[in-house]
Nanobody, 115 residues
Framework: QVQLVESGGGSVQPGGSLRLSCAAS????????MGWYRQAPGKQRELVATLTSNSDTNYADSVKGRFTLSRDNAKNTVYLQMNSLKPEDTAVYYC?????????WGRGTQVTVSS
């Protein structure tokens, strides 16, 4: 059974940093494309960043230069390093992996940026 578990969320002040983790079981993050999404209260879920099996990355304009994806194949885990956080980054962050036209989601981790 595929499981994606996000962790690393929390509360930080503007300008702070967090590193989110997406740990996967029963699905490989090194050969399947994955992405991080976020959903703020009252808003639709939006794409934050994507990572392909070739390690190609793509970032939403709103996070370019501040967020960075990385992957540890041995741990089957993908990380989202978030720097220079802003209040508008406040949201629940979700990990998503695609395999054979099936989309898998984690339960999310809350990120709150506030002074």
């Amino acid at each position: 059974q595929v499981q994606l578990v996000e962790s690393g969320g929390g509360s930080v002040q503007p300008g702070g940093s967090l590193r989110l983790s997406c740990a996967a079981s029963a699905i490989s993050l090194s050969i399947n494309p994955m992405g991080w999404y976020r959903q703020a209260p009252g808003k639709q879920r939006e794409l934050v960043a994507t990572l392909t099996s070739n390690s190609d990355t793509n970032y939403a304009d709103s996070v370019k230069g501040r967020f960075t994806l990385s992957r540890d194949n041995a741990k089957n885990t993908v990380y989202l390093q978030m720097n220079s956080l802003k209040p508008e980054d406040t949201a629940v962050y979700y990990c998503n992996v695609q395999r054979h036209k099936t989309s898998y989601w984690g339960r999310g981790t809350q990120v709150t940026v506030s002074s």
